[in-house]
């Protein structure tokens, strides 16, 4: 299977590597508009013009819809990374052109290796989940500028925990409410605070980007123990004992792509779980857009 991937972020490199260890790929385009990746990666800077039939979409959501749309006329299969698109105006014109034969989103977070883990060997469903991510995204009371992209801690990052989360435990979410936080002249909110429900489970998840270190972790509540699923560190953890139960090996990027590959290899398309969790996540910004 020939890939292309269009929008080389902070993730290109994970996801280059990822395809390079997945069996089944062969051969790999890129695909940029910045002149400095043109020239260092020898890549097109026409998306229109890629040979491949299989595109990975990882540009800013902002323009996720219309790439979706353009690549699908010519016949491709689109690969899109989270979230697919940015509001629910555009979710009900993205069901419009979008079918189990074309379309297969990145739900990366979701394949991390202490959530196979908790999958095979725990699989035991909480009483209620707490999740934490930061990430050091903020300079002077600011966004920095190479993450406004990005569209804001709500939109970019809540999706992934929440991706884990129905894998484990089933797709019937519901959004509830959430609270955010901007600086003064931001677009885009620095912290949000989230409330849904999977199946009966409260979930709540808290994103900071105004913090020096990255923090990502599922917390699942028990009667007599506290399950911590550390993505960043690729570890279950009992914390009630401080208990490793385990801890995965190699790149945490790495990990979630290959996933993330063999997972489209094998499926060829997760529609109706995007959808699901499009349709609920985006509740939280219907009144922002």
Same mark, same amino acid.
């Given at each position: *299977?020939?890939?292309?991937?269009?929008?080389?972020?902070?993730?290109?490199?994970?996801?280059?590597?990822?395809?390079?260890?997945?069996?089944?790929?062969?051969?790999?385009?890129?695909?940029?508009?910045?002149?400095?990746?043109?020239?260092? %990666?020898?890549?097109?800077?026409?998306?229109?013009?890629?040979?491949?039939?299989?595109?990975?979409?990882?540009?800013?959501?902002?323009?996720?819809?219309?790439?979706?749309? @353009?690549?699908?006329?010519?016949?491709?299969?689109?690969?899109?990374?989270?979230?697919?698109?940015?509001?629910?105006?555009?979710?009900?014109?993205?069901?419009?052109?979008?079918?189990?034969?074309?379309? %297969?989103?990145?739900?990366?977070?979701?394949?991390?290796?202490?959530?196979?883990?908790?999958?095979?060997?725990?699989?035991?469903?909480?009483?209620?989940?707490?999740?934490?991510?930061?990430?050091?995204?903020?300079?002077?009371?600011?966004?920095?500028?190479?993450?406004?992209?990005?569209?804001?801690?709500?939109?970019?990052?809540?999706?992934?925990?929440?991706?884990?989360?129905?894998? *484990?435990?089933?797709?019937? *979410?519901?959004?509830?409410?959430?609270?955010?936080?901007?600086?003064?002249?931001?677009?885009?909110?620095? %912290? =949000?605070?989230?409330?849904?429900?999977?199946?009966?489970?409260?979930?709540?998840?808290?994103?900071?980007?105004?913090?020096?270190?990255?923090?990502?972790?599922?917390?699942? %509540?028990?009667?007599?123990?506290?399950?911590?699923?550390?993505?960043?560190?690729?570890?279950?953890?009992?914390?009630?004992?401080?208990?490793?139960?385990?801890?995965?090996?190699?790149?945490? *990027?790495?990990?979630?792509?290959?996933?993330?590959? @063999?997972?489209?290899?094998?499926?060829?398309?997760?529609?109706?779980?995007?959808?699901?969790?499009?349709?609920?996540?985006?509740?939280?910004? =219907?009144?922002?857009?």
């Amino acid at each position: *299977m020939n890939v292309a991937i269009v929008g080389l972020g902070h993730a290109f490199s994970k996801q280059f590597k990822a395809l390079k260890e997945t069996s089944g790929i062969n051969k790999i385009e890129l695909c940029d508009k910045d002149p400095v990746k043109i020239k260092k %990666y020898n890549c097109k800077a026409n998306y229109l013009s890629l040979d491949s039939n299989n595109v990975v979409i990882a540009t800013s959501p902002k323009y996720h819809l219309e790439i979706i749309e @353009n690549l699908l006329r010519e016949q491709k299969k689109v690969i899109s990374e989270k979230p697919v698109v940015i509001n629910l105006e555009e979710l009900n014109q993205l069901k419009k052109v979008i079918t189990k034969e074309n379309y %297969y989103n990145s739900l990366h977070f979701s394949f991390g290796l202490e959530i196979e883990y908790f999958i095979k060997n725990i699989n035991i469903k909480p009483d209620k989940i707490y999740c934490y991510i930061s990430d050091n995204y903020v300079k002077d009371e600011h966004i920095k500028k190479e993450q406004i992209g990005l569209c804001g801690s709500y939109l970019d990052e809540v999706i992934n925990p929440l991706s884990a989360i129905c894998r *484990m435990f089933g797709y019937n *979410m519901r959004f509830i409410s959430n609270e955010k936080k901007k600086y003064l002249n931001d677009e885009f909110d620095y %912290y =949000s605070l989230s409330n849904f429900e999977v199946d009966d489970i409260s979930v709540q998840v808290e994103v900071l980007w105004d913090d020096k270190k990255s923090r990502k972790y599922i917390d699942l %509540y028990y009667d007599e123990k506290i399950i911590r699923l550390d993505s960043m560190n690729q570890t279950v953890i009992d914390l009630t004992g401080n208990k490793v139960l385990f801890k995965a090996k190699g790149d945490r *990027m790495t990990n979630h792509y290959i996933g993330v590959f @063999n997972d489209y290899l094998e499926k060829g398309s997760n529609i109706d779980i995007s959808i699901k969790l499009h349709e609920e996540l985006l509740k939280g910004v =219907s009144d922002e857009n």
